[in-house]
């Protein structure tokens, strides 16, 4: 019985981590090599990029909070992949979808249900889950 609840123990971060689709220490460096410049290293719009950019790079770090509480996931991700939206246009969020191309994976979402995503922008959701204020 010992034996078996150590191995039942050493499995536990295994399991635990088949949970979380996205790994913020990935995030953190695809953030600082492809966002920083005009997010801000933190993530609050204070990147050197930032200085007199029209429109201004927002402070990602208050998305849950003008989301009452909850990262707007889907949304993040749409915006981040941009592909079928707007902000290609000169001065905006830049198109990263055929950049962060890579293995599929489903991301649960609440009640706003599963969506599908890259990894590489998993990954940078659960970064910027660590660095909500
Ligand atoms: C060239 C500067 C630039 C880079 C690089 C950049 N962004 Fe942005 N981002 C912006 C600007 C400007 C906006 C606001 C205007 C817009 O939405 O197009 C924005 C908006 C956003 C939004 C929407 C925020 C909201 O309030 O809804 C998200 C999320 C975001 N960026 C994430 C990222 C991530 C993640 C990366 C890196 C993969 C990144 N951005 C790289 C300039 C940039």
């Known amino acids: ?29 695809l953030f600082g090599l492809h966002c920083a410049a ?29 989301n009452h509480g909850a990262l707007p ?14 902000n290609s246009q000169h001065g905006g969020m830049p198109v990263y979808g055929w950049f962060f191309d890579g293995p599929v994976v489903t991301i649960s979402s609440g009640t706003a249900g599963d969506f599908e995503t890259t990894q590489p922008i998993a990954d940078l959701l659960a970064w910027l889950g660590t660095v909500q204020d």
């Open 38 to 66: 005009c997010h801000g290293p933190g993530a609050r719009g204070d990147g050197p990029l930032s200085d007199g950019m029209t429109p201004a790079p927002p402070d990602l770090t208050l998305l849950a909070k003008q």
């Open 1 to 29: 019985m010992r034996v078996f609840l150590v191995f039942l123990f050493c499995w536990m971060p295994v399991f635990a981590k088949a949970d979380t689709v996205g790994d913020p220490e990935s995030g953190a460096r």
């Open 73 to 86: 996931l889907t949304g993040i991700a749409t915006r981040i992949d941009s592909r079928n939206s707007q």
